[in-house]
Antibody, heavy 121, light 103 residues
Framework: QVQLVESGGGLVKPGGSLRLSCAAS????????MSWIRQAPGKGLEWVSY????????YYADSVKGRFTISRDNAKNSLYLQMNSLRAEDTAVYYC??????????????WGQGTMVTVSS | DIQMTQSPSTLSASVGDRVTITCRAS??????LAWYQQKPGKAPKLLIY???SLESGVPSRFSGSGSGTEFTLTISSLQPDDFATYYC?????FGPGTKVDIK
């Protein structure tokens, strides 16, 4: 079935780094734009980063620009988020999500289960 | 940047109630609006896209309307499974959410 599975979360000290992965299955990954979206404990949803289907176009939220890097490997059906210089305010559940511009007008129609990132000393 | 607001932030309702949540955009977004439902500890689930189109598998008691800057999500008869938080979304911006809890 169509699914996204994140991994790589954990506890990291302020200033540290972490790399999140998102494995896609059940659909042609290379056809879809993808995003990372996060949710701090008890808070709402915050979009973090976007990558086009080919990887040629990338956007970041101002809160992570210069610290986070999104990438994808279409041969491995995988999405990544390299997070450097982590701060306490980056503590959140990180979701990868598929953006479907063809059938759902750009809505995020498939989400992973999320991976928790905790930044604390 | 487009800002999204939602009202109310919390809504207390009973099973069987008709529930309406409003989402407003700071500038016209045509019909580029989606609605999501999120339950505690779970990922968001797409309910409505293009302001009023029901995602496959979503019960017909959910409906969306609006265009331009004002949008509504309506649950025609609230069911026990519907107690959750609802978010609107346009592009890379999410609304702050509306929590629907039990009266």
């Amino acid at each position: 079935q169509v699914q996204l599975v994140e991994s790589g979360g954990g506890l990291v000290k302020p200033g540290g780094s972490l790399r999140l992965s998102c494995a896609a299955s059940g659909f042609t990954f290379s056809d879809y734009y993808m995003s990372w979206i996060r949710q701090a404990p008890g808070k709402g949803l915050e979009w973090v980063s976007y990558i086009s289907s080919s990887g040629s176009t990338i956007y970041y939220a101002d809160s992570v620009k210069g610290r986070f890097t999104i990438s994808r490997d279409n041969a491995k059906n995988s999405l990544y988020l390299q997070m450097n210089s982590l701060r306490a305010e980056d503590t959140a559940v990180y979701y990868c999500a598929r953006e479907n511009v063809v059938t759902t007008w750009g809505a995020f129609d498939i989400w992973g289960q999320g991976t928790m990132v905790t930044v604390s000393s | 940047d487009i800002q999204m607001t939602q009202s109310p932030s919390t809504l207390s309702a009973s099973v069987g109630d008709r529930v309406t949540i409003t989402c407003r955009a700071s500038q016209s977004i045509s019909s580029w609006l989606a609605w999501y439902q999120q339950k505690p500890g779970k990922a968001p689930k797409l309910l409505i896209y293009k302001a009023s189109s029901l995602e496959s598998g979503v019960p017909s008691r959910f409906s969306g309307s609006g265009s331009g800057t004002e949008f509504t999500l309506t649950i025609s008869s609230l069911q026990p499974d519907d107690f959750a938080t609802y978010y609107c979304q346009q592009g890379f911006t999410f609304g702050p959410g509306t929590k629907v809890d039990i009266k």
